[in-house]
């Protein structure tokens, strides 16, 4: 588990993989409820299968709540963030990490082509690097104390 290991390989390990879709003319207050219910902190933005947007929690606060609008009259389309960035199963973790960290952002679509195949979060980042440290970790410690094979 390394930073050159591909957004694929993530997904595969991913313990909740269910891709979010909202519709762009569905409420604010339904997107909210629908993260609530899952625990996550966006939604993908879909009409049909195509992406247009990614609603979070962020634009919630910055472009709703701040500018005085109500979740129940405010429809998803007139806060998402669009274009939104996206990435395929073959860019890296080290890819995803810097475009995260560029944009300010916490979640990653990922695309197959076209095809919306999942969804990463910074959470997602995180864990898969502590994962790899600690197996380099135990490896070293085998090495250190003779058990290393090899």
């Given at each position: 588990?390394k930073?050159?290991d591909?957004?694929?390989?993530v997904?595969?390990q991913k313990?909740?993989?269910?891709?979010l879709?909202?519709?762009p003319?569905?409420?604010v207050?339904?997107?909210?409820?629908?993260?609530a219910?899952h625990?996550?902190?966006a939604?993908?933005?879909?009409?049909?299968s195509?992406?247009?947007g990614?609603l979070?929690e962020?634009?919630y606060?910055r472009?709703?709540i701040l500018?005085?609008?109500?979740?129940?009259?405010?429809t998803?389309?007139?806060?998402?963030?669009?274009?939104?960035?996206?990435?395929?199963?073959?860019?890296?973790?080290?890819?995803?990490m810097n475009?995260?960290?560029?944009?300010?952002?916490?979640?990653?679509?990922?695309?197959d082509?076209?095809?919306?195949i999942g969804?990463?979060?910074i959470g997602?980042m995180?864990?898969?690097?502590?994962s790899?440290?600690?197996?380099a970790?135990?490896?070293l410690?085998?090495?250190i104390?003779?058990a290393?094979p090899?």
């Open positions: 588990m930073i050159t591909t957004v694929d390989q997904l595969k313990t909740f993989n269910k891709i879709p909202i519709d003319e569905q409420t207050h339904q997107a909210l409820s629908l993260m219910e625990d996550v902190g939604l993908m933005v879909m009409s049909g195509k992406l247009l990614i979070s962020r634009d606060a472009k709703g500018l005085g609008h109500h979740s129940k009259d405010t998803v389309r007139e806060i998402m963030t669009s274009p939104v960035i996206s990435v395929t199963p073959r860019q890296t973790v080290d890819d995803c475009l995260m960290t560029q944009g300010h952002f916490r979640h990653l679509p990922v695309l082509g076209d095809k919306l969804v990463i979060s997602d995180v864990k898969w690097v502590i790899g440290q600690e197996h970790i135990q490896a410690e085998g090495y104390t003779g290393y090899g």
